[in-house]
Each structure stands twice: as C-alpha cells, then as structure tokens.
C-alpha cells in the first residue's frame, strides 16, 4: 500500500479535524504520512511505534510528525493529552 491508498481509506474519517493526534504502530509511515497530507499544517501528530528502526526513519523522512518510541506492553504517555484523535492502521 503506498501513501495515495491509505489517505483514501482514513479520508472520509479524518475530513475537518485538525488538532493533536497519534499514529499507533506508525512502522514506516505510511499511514501517518497520508495522516499528515489530510491534516491542517497546524496539527499535531505523533508517530508511535515499537520498533527503533521505523522511529528512525519517521524522523527523517516525514516533516511535522514527531516520533516516539514506545513499548506497548507498557503505559506510555504523549506530549500532550487528550488527543483528537487517534489512528491505528
């Protein structure tokens, strides 16, 4: 699936919203990049994810997204709460 997909499938959900908002299991950043094409450029998103590799290249390929690595087994806390919303693609 490349970027142009997955904003088709979240666009109808993500239409009008804009504030803070996390991608949960970002991996590579598919989804959260077409997240972030959907969004208002003052929206916030958090890019989350287990694995320190994907964190890594979130970081450097994706503008306006801030990555965070996270154990989910475990609680794990963001910036900012309550988000607006959240995805999990």
Not at 13 to 30: E, F, M
Request: proline share 7%; glycine share 12%.
């Amino acid at each position: 699936m490349n970027q142009d997909e997955a904003g088709g499938l979240i666009a109808g959900a993500v239409a009008g919203s804009s504030g803070a908002w996390a991608d949960l299991g970002a991996g590579k950043g598919t989804f959260t990049a077409a997240l972030r094409a959907l969004l208002p450029p003052e929206s916030r998103l958090y890019a989350v994810d287990n694995d320190p590799t994907a964190i890594a290249e979130l970081a450097v390929f994706v503008d306006g997204v801030t990555p965070i690595l996270a154990d989910f087994s475990k609680p794990f806390e963001l910036a900012e709460a309550p988000l607006d919303g959240i995805l999990c693609g």
